[in-house]
């Protein structure tokens, strides 16, 4: 079924300005109507959403499902049944597969296999340089007309500013944002984790956040010469969040994204503790969670090492700072999944990256809306309205008549993220044992209910 009556629960749909008890009507798998006490058409199911919150339905604009090529670590069908579980509803795949996602062919084959094997709606990025290389422009004409949302090259970086400008001029011209992992290698080098006095005492090789910054600087001017839009990836440094907060004063078109794993650690995690402390050895007062409650894990655990690092006290609660004023319009995961065994090895070896779809709602209402930093509503409108905005699509809103995209949350459940609850085919998390409060209730894609935790074994894996 398609159609489905959601009563009693308090929908927000920033898109709109709505916030209200309100019940929502989903008829042949769009939105019919919202309003009071709304009779359900004969042959219609109900759902319960008392005490619940009811948004559009959540949307994360980066996610590696590693297919091609790297199946063993995630496929569409696992990565979106995780996707689903977080209570998402539309994903955005990078194309660092194998082959990289450098032609029409690859993003036609990534669309086929997620029509037949994915559960949430699936959209595609396109490389900016083919094979990612960073050398040469790949089709961006025949990948905007292959069906692709924007270009990357993430999980890498082009160096040459010349090429980089090429590219936003041809991202213009095809009216497609260019997503940036902003990294400048001369500075990073083989750099592993943050530049500063956990890497000193851990004997780790650093990663200074000027390499970030570099980068960020250059999209700035790249953007205000060409008029294309670029969105800066997976922000991490204090000086990238200035850099953009200026920037977009000058109104320049460039915007930025921050994920959990961001404002929620510090480098400090590396080191094995079970307190979080800022540079001066001083306990993080604004940490929402009780060190009592946190799960003990050593030293040098590779589940937190990812790209960018993670950072100081300071530079995560310039992160907080940019979620909460607007510079930072976009919350998303950068879900990267990797096989136990390749995160079993020395922390200078372990690839980067962790996922992440499982536990961003629950981490980004603790962060965010439990700590009054930002309202309820404006932390839905980073999940749903802002990315769907940048990337012109046609979801993100309750509107009548939209896909019937729906999430379902209890923004105060508490659980405990369990690694043999997750539906991803990898477990690389640093948050198994958590206590998290706030928990996805059902998805609802075209109407269709594809997960609900009343019900989890019946959820599509």
């Not at 260019?178 to 006095?197: A, K, P, R, W």
């Not at 200074?208 to 839009?229: D, F, H, Y």
């Amino acid at each position: 079924m398609n159609s489905l009556l959601l009563t009693g629960g308090r929908v927000i749909d920033p898109a709109n300005n709505f916030d209200s008890i309100a019940d929502v009507l989903i008829l042949n798998g769009k939105i019919s109507v919202i309003g009071k006490k709304i009779s359900a058409p004969a042959g219609v199911k109900i759902f319960d959403a008392t005490g619940k919150i009811v948004s559009p339905g959540l949307i994360d604009l980066h996610v590696h499902f590693r297919e091609p090529g790297q199946t063993a670590k995630e496929n569409i069908a696992t990565g979106t049944a995780a996707a689903a579980r977080g209570g998402f509803t539309t994903v955005v795949c990078m194309p660092n597969t194998s082959p990289a996602i450098d032609s029409a062919g690859t993003v036609a084959l990534i669309h086929e296999r997620a029509r037949e094997q994915g559960t949430v709606n699936v959209f595609v990025t396109g490389a900016i340089s083919k094979n990612l290389a960073g050398e040469e422009l790949a089709p961006i004409g025949g990948l905007k007309k292959a069906g692709v949302v924007a270009i990357t090259d993430d999980g890498h970086c082009i160096q040459n500013n010349e090429l980089m400008r090429r590219a936003c001029e041809y991202a213009k011209m095809f009216d497609l944002p260019i997503f940036d992992h902003c990294q400048d290698y001369s500075l990073v080098t083989d750099g592993v984790m943050n530049e500063g006095y956990w890497s000193l005492v851990l004997g780790l090789r650093s990663w200074p956040s000027a390499g970030e910054e570099m980068i960020v600087a250059r999209n700035i001017l790249l953007a205000e010469l060409t008029g294309a839009k670029i969105h800066c990836q997976h922000l991490s440094a204090a000086g990238s969040v200035a850099l953009l907060r200026e920037a977009k004063k000058r109104g320049v078109s460039i915007s930025g994204e921050a994920c959990p794993h961001h404002f929620t650690l510090t480098d400090a995690a590396i080191a094995g503790s079970e307190k979080f402390w800022a540079d001066d050895g001083k306990q993080l007062s604004t940490f929402n969670l009780q060190p009592s409650t946190l799960p003990a894990w050593p030293a040098y655990d590779t589940n937190f090492k990812m790209n960018p690092p993670l950072r100081t006290a300071k530079d995560r609660e310039a992160i907080l700072e940019g979620l909460a004023d607007g510079t930072i319009e976009i919350l998303c995961s950068d879900h990267a999944p990797h096989c136990d065994y390749e995160k079993e090895v020395e922390f200078n070896y372990a690839p980067f990256g962790i996922t992440g779809l499982e536990t961003e709602l629950a981490l980004s209402l603790m962060q965010l809306v439990h700590t009054n930093r930002i309202s309820l509503s404006d932390m839905i409108a980073k999940f749903t309205v802002n990315p769907a905005r940048l990337l012109n699509l046609n979801k993100g809103t309750l509107s009548a008549g939209a896909d019937a995209d729906v999430t379902v949350f209890d923004a105060d459940a508490e659980w405990i993220y369990r690694r043999e609850d997750s539906a991803s085919k990898s477990k690389n998390n640093p948050f198994f044992g958590w206590t998290l409060k706030g928990k996805n209730v059902a998805t609802i894609v075209g109407g269709k209910i594809i997960f609900d935790a009343a019900q989890p074994a019946l959820a599509p894996v």
